[in-house]
């Protein structure tokens, strides 16, 4: 039977301006998926744009290959990634200086 | 031909001698002293085996929001290859993974990952894992060598090692009475001024639960000491205990650790942490004054790294076996 995690990486948390999440090691997973729950938003046209990011060390990181995403007001949004390598975050932000959302952060791996 | 008492006495010291003598050909095993019966053995090339994070309780709406602040954030445990940015990947004592307990880096933030079990029987009960801990390395983005803690580098001891704060192991026992009681080791590898102690601790009061906090006696902030937010409620066990955290923050050795308690008595008994041998019985066990419900014959382990500066710090765990004499 395959092996599968699900990680919750920031829960509750109130996004403002530009954030990363902690690293998590991935590198026994094949594939992975995020989701991210956008539990409120300062108003229903706010923006989040997240972008994943690879790291061989967890300490120095770059973009991954594929497309920016982007949450919009309240809801559920979510993307795949693969071959990652060892260490796997998001980068992120809020457009709008004064605008905030609160999500929820989940990283699903498998092998 | 000898008394039945003698008889009986002989087969059992045979009995004795059998089991060692097949945990000894066991590879795996051999390493262990388990207790008479092995209620779990986790080796984490082969998942989580259980271990996740601990949260605090929620509304019946399933809210987060009212978690209590203290309890919301213990961070997910992560299946590590314990891979550096010098070497690579190091690898756990077994295979390539280990559970790595990993706080944020946030002065006093504390990671918890948490066993859940039941008690079939009372009696003892012996928690044993091969462990290690580290803080994080630095890089420019964490800014670890400018962070309180950081100092010279003297060719031998290394700055990040003044940078782990603590680590704990403990559990949350509950009788079929719902009289619940946590008994907690914790190793202290420097003060809240970043200074090396090195030494094993004990709490004297029993942690702030979430029903506490409910009924309005106990509210903590995000980043205090769970466990026993006061320091002046912690006792220092023997003597101090050093660990060969090999100089630097990216060359992991492992340290064998084997705790016993008795949740008949409901009390610790020994703890030994590789070459040190600790007697635990007269280290108090302070228990809830009111009674809980839904927890009949609760055993659950937790084990926390608390960072004590504004890094990183890990707990790692090879593998874990929790063994009883039921």
């Known amino acids: 039977m395959r092996q599968s995690q699900a990680a919750v990486l920031e829960r509750y948390t109130v996004l403002t301006g530009d954030f990363t999440t902690e690293p998590y090691e991935t590198g026994w997973a094949a594939e992975a998926r995020w989701f991210v729950r956008v539990l409120e938003s300062s108003t229903p046209d706010t923006k989040v744009v997240f972008t994943t990011q690879v790291s061989p060390d967890g300490l120095h990181w770059c973009d991954a290959e594929g497309q920016e995403q982007t949450a919009q007001g309240e809801g559920l949004v979510s993307w795949p990634v693969r071959e990652f390598g060892q260490w796997l975050r998001i980068r992120g932000s809020v457009e709008g200086a004064d605008r905030s959302a609160k999500v929820l952060i989940y990283l699903t791996l498998k092998d | ?326």
Not at chain 2, 46 to 69: A, K, M, Q, R
Not at chain 2, 207 to 229: I, Q, V
Request: aromatic content about 10%; overall charge negative.
């Open chain 2, 1 to 326: 031909m000898g008394s039945p008492t003698s008889d009986t006495t002989m087969d059992t010291a045979i009995a004795g001698h059998l089991r060692r003598a097949m945990l000894d050909a066991d590879p795996v095993l051999s390493r262990y002293n388990p207790l008479s019966r092995i209620l779990v053995f986790d080796q984490f090339n082969s998942g989580t085996h259980g271990w996740t994070e601990l949260i605090g309780n929620h509304d019946g709406e399933g809210n987060l929001d009212t978690v209590d602040d203290h309890m919301r954030d213990f961070r997910p445990p992560q299946l590590s290859s314990c891979t550096f940015f010098d070497v690579g990947t190091h690898g756990a004592m077994t295979g390539t993974y280990a559970l790595k307990v990993a706080t944020r880096p946030v002065t006093g933030h504390t990671a918890v990952a948490i066993r859940r079990l039941t008690m079939a029987k009372k009696g003892r009960v012996q928690f044993e894992t091969y462990f290690t801990y580290k803080a994080e390395a630095a890089s420019e983005e964490n800014g670890a060598s400018t962070q309180a803690g950081a100092g010279d580098w003297d060719g031998n001891i290394h700055p990040s090692e003044q940078q782990f704060g603590a680590f704990t192991i403990a559990t949350d026992i509950c009788d079929d009475r719902g009289e619940r009681y946590h008994t907690v080791m914790r190793y202290q590898n420097t003060d809240l001024d970043n200074q090396f102690t090195r030494r094993w601790m004990y709490p004297v009061v029993p942690e702030p639960t979430p029903r506490e906090h409910l009924e309005g006696k106990a509210k903590l902030a995000a980043t205090d000491d769970f466990t026993a937010p006061n320091p002046q409620d912690w006792r220092q066990i023997g003597e101090s205990q050093s660990f060969c955290y090999n100089e630097v923050p990216t060359k992991v050795n492992w340290h064998y650790l084997r705790w016993q308690i008795d949740t008949e008595a409901r009390k610790n008994i020994e703890l030994q942490v590789n070459d040190r041998v600790y007697d635990l019985r007269d280290v108090p066990v302070p228990v809830y004054e009111e009674r809980y419900d839904s927890l009949d014959n609760l055993l659950n382990f937790y084990v926390s790294a608390r960072t004590h500066t504004g890094v990183r710090n890990f707990l790692f765990l090879d593998s874990v076996l929790v063994s009883v004499d039921w």
